[in-house]
């Protein structure tokens, strides 16, 4: 179905139309229509219109009101102050949108048939060792602009770039070759699957293990150094040994990300490793072409506007002076592989904050190179860091990282005893849907107290706030999609109907006219990678539900038509509510 225009874009056209016939020497000028609190939407391109025409502002916008025909949209046209000019629509024409946009299974909202291919790279935890808290928002935020950008029409690749290459998998290989049974999870022949706490138990073990025999025994440590070199050599045993870890690593990854209720796929995880054959070839066309330069043995890329403190140039050092190679090199080979391979037009990173120095040298140096133009662009999405209710970066009391698996236990936990709190004889949920309920409310306040702040911001991680059914959370937005569930089972035989011909109360108005915005809502996340804007306009419509139970009676409305409206409004409303949520990640229980 083709997308529904909005009831915004009906009446920027009416008024377009209105500015033409009056002002024919205007051109094609912009009304700058907005939504107002004073009436429906506000015009107040004629302010701008009237210093290029040298006019009256407020005698041009009484010319351009009176060319405007009657019509079914536009119920009242008001010259206010100094020529804005303040609309109010027709209840008609709000219901008729509303009508369309129910008539299609994405709500109206547009599809970019011609959208180009978007590669996200999000979501990197490191090979053998845990996720912790600093590992979230990456994962949070990329998988809702994966979904996003997937719904308005773009190509999405996922791309998770895991730390699974480097000098610590000479430590922990040459561990297991003289530790042989170190990985090893049960007793030969059982065939119960591994657990991801169980992998990650043996892997931590092996780490610390391995630590300490290299801080402590010179000879180990001399023989950890060569394999690094056998590995990156391509030593067959050793490979065979490393990949037993990324194996090994991916059960614990998958037991996260399915607890995070999160869909990552193997050929999505194409790590540091993934590039080591192009890295050589990288350095070369960089040297070759003067983009990078030898300084004191290692190959380097300067800047003119990045210095250090003491105002010496600060380089982005590509291969370093034993001719190993930098991180640098890896982001420069995926970016190569990204556009030459991938076609990607846009590369999206959603990495932290902290890393934006390095970023902006590797994106400037991709463009120097010819890799990023104006047909491929480069974007970090970058974002701030989780921080406890004491304001200060989330820690255990005795000052270690917070596992990410406990922090999404004790969500889920302190969820399922809100559940528990809440249900009783009139939900009479079970106690599998309670627990099934408590771990989408606990994921989803986890996932949404992180969506709605601004990327770039740090946040309060505040668990008695993220499951709370007041404010601004997710569970206050899935009870209201629940509380629709409810009176729709309770309104008998009715069936959700628009009646253009009713008139509307001002909550119903107020609710309709927040449902019409969804479409533009989503263009505008989508364009500016801003989940939050999302988040935002969900809990104002469920804001917007709440004073319309306030106001209108469903069940109990005045006439069947008023009951069908109203159960049509409702419904809209719902499907918005899910397909909100749906986009960041969070789902929406039929009962709570």
């Not at 002002?23 to 939407?41: K, Q, T, V």
């Not at 391509?234 to 059960?251: N, Y």
């Not at 996932?447 to 668990?463: E, M």
């Not at 500016?528 to 009676?553: G, I």
């Amino acid at each position: 179905m083709a997308s529904v225009p909005s009831l915004a874009s009906t009446v920027q056209q009416r008024l377009a139309e209105g500015l033409s016939a009056a002002l024919p020497e205007a051109g094609s000028a912009d009304p700058l229509l907005r939504r107002s609190d004073r009436a429906d939407f506000q015009a107040n391109g004629i302010l701008a219109l009237a210093k290029q025409l040298k006019g009256n502002p407020r005698e041009l916008a009484t010319k351009v009101v009176g060319a405007i025909p009657a019509n079914d949209v536009l119920k009242e046209i008001e010259v206010s102050g100094p020529g804005f000019l303040n609309i109010t629509v027709t209840d008609a024409a709000i219901v008729r949108t509303l009508a369309a946009r129910a008539a299609d299974d994405r709500l109206g909202v547009p599809f970019d048939e011609a959208a180009g291919t978007t590669v996200i790279d999000y979501a990197q935890p490191n090979v053998a060792k845990e996720m912790h808290v600093g590992h979230l928002r990456s994962a949070v935020i990329g998988a809702a602009m994966v979904e996003i950008l997937e719904f308005t029409g773009e190509k999405v690749v996922r791309r998770h770039h895991i730390g699974d290459w480097g000098t610590q998998f000479g430590m922990l290989i040459q561990y297991l070759i003289e530790h042989p049974h170190e990985l090893d999870h049960k007793a030969e022949g059982a065939d119960t699957e591994v657990s991801g706490e169980e992998a990650m138990s043996n892997l931590n073990r092996l780490y610390k293990a391995s630590r300490a025999l290299f801080d402590s025994d010179e000879e180990f440590k001399t023989r950890a150094r060569a394999r690094v070199v056998d590995l990156q050599a391509g030593d067959e045993q050793t490979l065979a040994l490393w990949q037993r870890f990324v194996d090994e690593s991916k059960i614990y990854f998958y037991s996260v990300f399915e607890k995070l209720d999160m869909d990552i796929q193997d050929p999505d995880i194409v790590g540091e490793s993934g590039y080591n054959d192009m890295l050589a070839e990288t350095c070369r066309l960089l040297e070759e072409s003067g983009v990078a330069v030898r300084s004191e043995g290692a190959l380097c890329v300067f800047f003119d506007d990045i210095k250090g403190p003491e105002g010496n140039p600060v380089p982005l050092i590509v291969q370093k002076s034993d001719g190993g190679f930098g991180y640098a090199a890896t982001d420069l080979s995926a970016i190569r592989d990204r556009v030459q391979n991938l076609k990607a037009s846009t590369l999206l990173y959603v990495v932290d904050a902290r890393q934006s120095l390095h970023f902006k040298m590797v994106f400037e140096t991709a463009r120097r190179a010819g890799w990023l133009n104006d047909e491929v662009t480069a974007f970090q999405l970058a974002f701030g860091t989780v921080l406890g209710k004491d304001g200060k970066p989330f820690k255990t009391r005795e000052g270690e990282t917070i596992r990410l698996v406990d922090l999404l236990d004790e969500a889920i936990d302190r969820a399922t005893e809100v559940v528990r709190e809440k249900n009783n004889e009139k939900i009479a949920l079970t106690e599998e849907e309670i627990v099934e309920n408590g771990a989408q409310i606990g994921i989803g306040a986890v996932k949404y107290a992180d969506l709605s702040t601004s990327a770039v911001r740090d946040y309060k991680f505040d668990l008695d706030q993220m499951v709370s059914l007041n404010g601004d959370t997710s569970v206050y937005i899935q009870y209201a999609y629940a509380r629709i569930q409810s009176i729709k089972r309770n309104a008998g035989d009715a069936v959700p109907t628009a009646h253009p011909e009713l008139e509307l109360a001002p909550a119903e108005r107020a609710l309709g006219l927040h449902l019409d915005q969804f479409g533009a809502a989503i263009a505008e996340v989508a364009e500016e990678y801003a989940p939050h804007k999302l988040a935002a306009y969900l809990y104002q419509l469920a804001s917007h539900l709440t004073a319309f139970y306030d106001q209108c009676p469903v069940v109990k409305a005045d006439t069947q038509e008023q009951k069908e409206n109203r159960l049509f409004l409702i419904d809209l409303t719902a499907r918005t509510l899910q397909r909100g949520l749906a986009l960041l990640g969070i789902q929406a229980p039929e009962r709570l």
